[in-house]
C-alpha cells in the first residue's frame, strides 16, 4: 500500500508539472482530421457540444528504448469522463493511461521498444461537466503469464470510460473495456519475471450511456487501427479496445466521433482487434 500511495502522488506531481508546462494545451473538439498531422497547439471544431468535449494535449518525445509520460487537464468546473492517447510509429506501446481526478488529469505512458529510433505521442482527454467519479482495483501480474482484471462503478452509476496503470515498461496491455454498463476489463501479458503491479480504473457517471464497436483483422505481425463510431446525436465519453492473445494496444484515443486503437499482431496467426466507444447524447 505505501509503494503504490507514492506512485500515486508521483503521478499526482507529474500531472501538475506537467500542466505547468503546458498552460497553453489545444482546446476543442476533436474533428475528423488525420490525427499524426495534428499539430500541438491547433484548435479542433467537430461535432461535440458541452457536455462532454475533448482536449488534447502536445507531443511528447520518446527516446529510444525508454519511455515517457504526459498529461492533459480538464478545465475548471469538469472532470474527465474517458481518455487516452495517440502514438505516431509502430514500435511504441501503452502503458498507462488513467484519470487524476485529484487534478482534473488524464496521465498517459507509453514505451518505445525501438534500439535507434525516437517516437513521440500525445494525451487526450475527455471532459464532462457533469457527475464523474473515478474507481481504482489493484492486482499483481505473475510473471509470464496474462492476467485479466476488474473494476467496478458503485451502485446508481454507470460506466463512462475506463484505464489502466502498468507498474513496468514490459507489461503490454492486450484488452481495455467494458463489458457491460458498471465493468472494465483489462487484460495484459507480463513479459516479466517478476510480479509487477497494474491497476484497472473505471470513470462513471450518472448519465444514459450506450456502446457500440468495430472489428478488424489483423495479420500475423501486422499494426493497424479500427475506430467505433458513435451514432448521430450521441458523443464519445470514453472507450478503448480488444485484441486478444500476442495483440498489444499501441494507442486509444477519441477520434472522429468516435473512438480509435491500434494495436500489434506478434503473433504467428491473425487476429482480430475491437474497438469499443462509450457515447452519451450531450446536454
Same mark, same amino acid.
Request: proline fraction near 2%.
Given at each position: 500500500m505505501g509503494s503504490s500511495l507514492f506512485r500515486r502522488a508521483r503521478r499526482i506531481a507529474i500531472g501538475a508539472v506537467l500542466l505547468a508546462l503546458t498552460a497553453s494545451t489545444s482546446v476543442g473538439a476533436i474533428a475528423a482530421e488525420v490525427p499524426s498531422q495534428r499539430p500541438a497547439g491547433a484548435l479542433h471544431t467537430g461535432a461535440l457540444r458541452f457536455g462532454y468535449k475533448a482536449f488534447t494535449g502536445g507531443w511528447v518525445?520518446?527516446?529510444?528504448?525508454?519511455?515517457?509520460w504526459g498529461s492533459v487537464h480538464c478545465p475548471p468546473g469538469t472532470s474527465p469522463s474517458g481518455g487516452g492517447g495517440h502514438v505516431d510509429n509502430n514500435s511504441m506501446f501503452m502503458l498507462t493511461s488513467d484519470p487524476?481526478?485529484?487534478?482534473?488529469?488524464?496521465?498517459?505512458?507509453f514505451v518505445n521498444t525501438s534500439p535507434n529510433t525516437w517516437g513521440r505521442f500525445y494525451p487526450v482527454v475527455l471532459c464532462t461537466n457533469g457527475e464523474s467519479y473515478a474507481h481504482k482495483v489493484e492486482s499483481w501480474v505473475n510473471p509470464n503469464?496474462?492476467?485479466t482484471m476488474t473494476s467496478w462503478c458503485a451502485p446508481? $452509476?454507470?460506466?463512462?470510460?475506463?484505464? +489502466?496503470?502498468?507498474?513496468?515498461? $514490459?507489461?503490454?496491455?492486450?484488452?481495455? +473495456?467494458s463489458v457491460n454498463d458498471v465493468t472494465q476489463q483489462v487484460r495484459v501479458t507480463n513479459e516479466t519475471g517478476w510480479q509487477p503491479e497494474v491497476d484497472t480504473w473505471v470513470v462513471c457517471g450518472r448519465d444514459n450511456y450506450i456502446v457500440r464497436t468495430a472489428s478488424i483483422t489483423l495479420q500475423a505481425q501486422e499494426s493497424n487501427w479500427v475506430r467505433a463510431y458513435c451514432p448521430n446525436g450521441w458523443v464519445p465519453t470514453g472507450g478503448g479496445g480488444r485484441g486478444g492473445q500476442y495483440t498489444y494496444l499501441q494507442h486509444s484515443e477519441p477520434a472522429a466521433s468516435g473512438w480509435e486503437v491500434r494495436s500489434k499482431n506478434t503473433g504467428r496467426f491473425p487476429a482480430t482487434l475491437t474497438a469499443q466507444v462509450i457515447c452519451a447524447v450531450p446536454r
Open positions: 518525445d520518446v527516446r529510444p528504448g525508454t519511455s515517457n487524476v481526478m485529484e487534478t482534473g488529469a488524464w496521465v498517459v505512458q503469464q496474462e492476467t446508481g $452509476e454507470r460506466q463512462s470510460g475506463g484505464g +489502466f496503470d502498468s507498474w513496468s515498461t $514490459e507489461v503490454r496491455i492486450n484488452d481495455a +473495456f
